[in-house]
């Protein structure tokens, strides 16, 4: 079957016991669109934050796309709802991957 290939580039545990995603990203980015700049990425850190949580058995408490450039940042939502979206968006994509004439 399909399977995805990345790599997480940041992962750390904070003194409080909080986890922490991180994606450096090496985009030459206009300061006002941040937002804009970290949407595409959205699913790839979303499904890093799903492997992070199968092997920790726990949810990351934040998931940061970081512009290196510009050193600014991006904190994406990473809340129940969040999860069951992209959990679907993600296997859309998985189906629609293993199944191209579905689309």
């Not at 669109?33 to 992070?52: D, G, I, K, N």
């Not at 934040?62 to 959990?87: K, M, N, P, Y």
């Amino acid at each position: 079957g399909p399977y995805l290939h990345g790599y997480i580039d940041c992962l750390y545990e904070t003194d409080a016991g909080h986890w922490v995603l991180i994606d450096y990203k090496t985009n030459q980015i206009r300061s006002d669109r941040v937002l804009e700049s970290a949407r595409p990425y959205e699913m790839q850190l979303a499904v890093y934050a799903l492997a992070v949580e199968a092997a920790l058995g726990r949810r990351p408490d934040e998931v940061v796309i970081h512009f290196l450039r510009t050193g600014q940042e991006h904190i994406f939502s990473w809340d129940a709802t969040s999860v069951d979206s992209i959990v679907e968006r993600v296997s859309r994509a998985m189906a629609m991957f293993m199944n191209p004439g579905d689309r």
